[in-house]
């Protein structure tokens, strides 16, 4: 009889699943205050200090938590970091419960912003670090690695502005600074901050995604300090990045470019995909790449798993991403082989392993060659006294017997102008003789006559 397809269904044993939970993260890391010279920065230390380290920093209207803890808890990335360890540093007056900052407090610029990380390095005696920032981060980070090319041994930058702000911009963030001071969170400011990390139309993405985003922004925001982080983002100057030589006609005397490698990541839907256009033509091509990642604009939360990959296959690329430490010479202190570095190490150890093996077992057959010859001619010098009726009588045999010198190897004798020779048969017996005559050797000293 067949089923009525509008028939009533019960569901069993139907439970709700977060794979990429953010308070594990939270659990994870170790919190601590770094002090600069512009106040505390909330650092939170996310595996083993040992190990190469990766520094994070987030984007406007986030922290390191709401950031970063989906993407670091996805699957791939679990397995990638447990080869690093991750410095999530936050920005002054960003964490979660954080207080107000006060009035007369001078929130840094993003140059200063950008100094405080030798502050960090420095206070965990970090030589040189992998950079991982988006947005206002990304830019940050960028300041960084231009200021001091030294400490940072590779870039990854998601939706990085490399200019000053046009504008637009400055008009639309001005206002919600302004809003964000006097009223606090408003709808406006919700929806700047929405289309600034999902673009036009975000109702049509991921929902829950969206209001997840919306509830962070309407409760866990300081608004007056998220102003003062607007207010220094739009304040903030050009890179003064050129891939051009220093010294060409039309360049700026100091401009010069990134010397790091660097992967530019943006999404198909971010409203800064021209921008991190702009900033790719300022880098050199032959130490950086641009990639643009299909449906989604906030590539860590809708896209982790093709910006996983290549962050993997960056750091792999770069000498990173295998577990098999080289000496201290690497931009981080620590360095990997690629997967085909270690084949061929592995390789040619296993040939030189081989050759040493072969040259090893033919010195033991020389060795074994030289002990049976002495063997030998131990054997005919004891036999030699009583051997009767082969070169003649006893004396004549002793007379002989030290002018008579035996060429074992090519089974010669001399004596009489009679030819020995040295035979063996199938069994392995050793036999001494000339034609008409010969005697079998054995360990004992007395001779065996054998019929001819």
Not at 362 to 369: F, L, P, S, V
Request: glycine content about 8%; overall charge negative.
């Amino acid at each position: 009889m067949p089923v009525d397809p509008m028939d009533d269904i019960e569901l069993r044993s139907v439970q709700l699943q977060f794979p990429n939970a953010r308070g594990s993260i939270l659990e994870a890391c170790e919190q601590r205050r770094v002090p600069t010279d512009k106040g505390d920065v909330h650092v939170a230390i996310q595996g083993d200090t040992a190990k190469p380290a990766i520094v994070t920093y987030h984007d406007l209207g986030l922290n390191y938590a709401t950031s970063f803890a989906g993407f670091f808890n996805f699957p791939v990335m679990r397995g990638l970091l447990e080869n690093f360890c991750v410095y999530h540093v936050t920005a002054p007056g960003q964490e979660e419960g954080a207080p107000t900052l006060p009035e007369d407090y001078m929130y840094p610029t993003m140059d200063e912003l950008a100094a405080q990380l030798l502050f960090v390095l420095s206070h965990f005696g970090l030589k040189s670090v992998i950079g991982f920032g988006v947005g206002a981060g990304a830019n940050i980070l960028a300041r960084f690695a231009h200021a001091h090319p030294d400490k940072v041994g590779a870039l990854c930058l998601i939706n990085c502005v490399s200019t000053q702000s046009g504008w637009i911009e400055w008009g639309y963030q001005s206002f919600n600074a302004r809003f964000l001071r006097t009223k606090g969170m408003t709808q406006g400011v919700i929806d700047y901050l929405m289309w600034h990390h999902f673009g036009r139309n975000p109702e049509e993405r991921n929902h829950d995604l969206v209001q997840m985003y919306k509830q962070h922004f309407e409760r866990g925001v300081n608004p007056t300090n998220l102003a003062m982080l607007i207010n220094a983002y739009i304040h903030r100057n050009d890179l003064h990045l050129a891939r051009t030589p220093p010294g060409t006609p039309g360049t700026e005397a100091a401009a010069t470019t990134l010397k790091m490698p660097v992967i530019n990541i943006t999404g198909s839907l971010s409203p800064h995909v021209d921008d991190t256009v702009t900033f790719n033509g300022r880098l050199d091509p032959t130490n950086s790449s641009w990639m643009k990642i299909s449906d989604c604009a906030l590539v860590l939360e809708e896209q982790p798993a093709k910006l996983a990959e290549a962050f993997r296959l960056f750091l792999q690329g770069e000498g990173y991403a295998t577990p098999l430490s080289t000496p201290a010479s690497s931009p981080c202190g620590t360095k990997y082989h690629t997967y085909s570095s270690i084949f061929f190490a592995n390789f040619r150890e296993q040939q030189q392993q081989a050759m040493e093996e072969r040259e090893r077992e033919r010195e033991r057959e020389r060795d074994r060659q030289r002990q049976l010859s002495l063997r030998v001619g131990n054997r005919l010098r004891e036999t030699a006294i009583n051997c009767t009726g082969v070169q003649g009588d006893n004396n004549n045999a002793e007379d002989q017997d030290g002018d008579e010198e035996l060429d074992l190897e090519n089974g010669n004798g001399a004596g009489n102008g009679n030819r020995a020779y040295v035979t063996t048969d199938t069994s392995g017996t050793l036999y001494y003789g000339t034609q008409s005559n010969k005697i079998r050797i054995t360990e004992n000293p007395l001779p065996e006559p054998v019929s001819s």
